[in-house]
C-alpha cells in the first residue's frame, strides 16, 4: 500500500518570502507525482506533474517542486509569494499495483500568506 | 479543450430526502470519472471511480450510489440523506493510464439540515 504525508497542516508565511510545502511518500512500485491547488469553494487545479525524467520540474503560478527518489520526497517550492497564494496545496501519487491504478491524496497544507 | 461541468454549486436539503448530483465531461472519449468528497477541515475521500458506461466501483460502504449512463455523464445520488453527508463533492476526470493527472469540477457544497 502507498501513502503520502504532508508534513505540515498550516503554513504561514509573509508575502515575497520563499515558501516550502513539503510531501513525502511511500510505495513498494514506481510512482508518478502531482501537486494540486485548491481555492476556497473551487475544485482541485494542477500545479505540476513529476513523470520522469529531470527531478526539478515547473508548474504554474511560479511554483516548482524536485523529486528526491532516495529521501522519497517530492517537495513544492515557490522563491516569493504573493497574497494570491493563500490556498489548500495537495500532494498526490499514482502507481500501479495489482490490477489497479492507486492513486492517494495528502491530507493538504494550508498556505497563507500574510501582507 | 476539455471541460467539465458540475452541478448544483451549493445545495442544502434536509434529512431524509433525497440526492442527485450531475457532473458532465466534453472534449474527450470513454474518460475515467470519479467522486470524491472533502468533509471540513479534512482531505479527500475517494467515493466511487468508473472506468466506463455501467462500471461503478466504490471505495467506501455509505449512503450514496453512484451512476453512470453515458460516457461522459457521472451522478452521484442518495434515496434519504444523513447528516454525516454534508460536505464538499468534487468529480474528476481522467484520460490514459497511471501517468494521467486527475482534473477537477468546481464542486458541489452539500448541507443537509
Known amino acids: 500500500a502507498q501513502s503520502v504525508t504532508q508534513l505540515d497542516s498550516q503554513v504561514p508565511v509573509f508575502e515575497e518570502a520563499p515558501v516550502e510545502l513539503r510531501c513525502n511518500y511511500s510505495?513498494?512500485?514506481?510512482?508518478?507525482l502531482f501537486w494540486y491547488v485548491q481555492y476556497p469553494n473551487q475544485g482541485l487545479q494542477l500545479l505540476l506533474k513529476?513523470?520522469?525524467?529531470?527531478?526539478l520540474v515547473k508548474g504554474i503560478n511560479g511554483f516548482e517542486a524536485e523529486f528526491n527518489k532516495s529521501q522519497t520526497s517530492f517537495h513544492l517550492r515557490k522563491p516569493s509569494v504573493h497574497i494570491s497564494d493563500t490556498a489548500e496545496y495537495f500532494c498526490a501519487v499514482s502507481s500501479y499495483s495489482g490490477s489497479a491504478r492507486q492513486l492517494t491524496f495528502g491530507s493538504g497544507t494550508q498556505l497563507t500568506v500574510l501582507p | 479543450s476539455q471541460t467539465i461541468h458540475q452541478w448544483p454549486a451549493t445545495l442544502v436539503q434536509p434529512v431524509g430526502s433525497p440526492l442527485s448530483l450531475e457532473c458532465t465531461v466534453e472534449g474527450t472519449s470513454n474518460p475515467n470519472l470519479y467522486w470524491y468528497r472533502q468533509a471540513a477541515g479534512r482531505g479527500l475521500q475517494l467515493l466511487f471511480y468508473s472506468v466506463g458506461i455501467g462500471q461503478i466501483s466504490s471505495e467506501v460502504p455509505q449512503n450514496l450510489s453512484a451512476s453512470r449512463p453515458q460516457d461522459r455523464q457521472f451522478i452521484l445520488s442518495s434515496k434519504k440523506l444523513l447528516l454525516s453527508d454534508s460536505g464538499f463533492y468534487l468529480c474528476?476526470?481522467?484520460?490514459?493510464?497511471?501517468?494521467?493527472?486527475?482534473?477537477f469540477g468546481n464542486g458541489t457544497r452539500l448541507t443537509v439540515t
Open positions: 513529476y513523470l520522469s525524467g529531470s527531478t
Open positions: 510505495s513498494s512500485v514506481s510512482v508518478y
Open positions: 474528476a476526470w481522467s484520460v490514459g493510464g497511471t501517468s494521467s493527472p486527475l482534473h
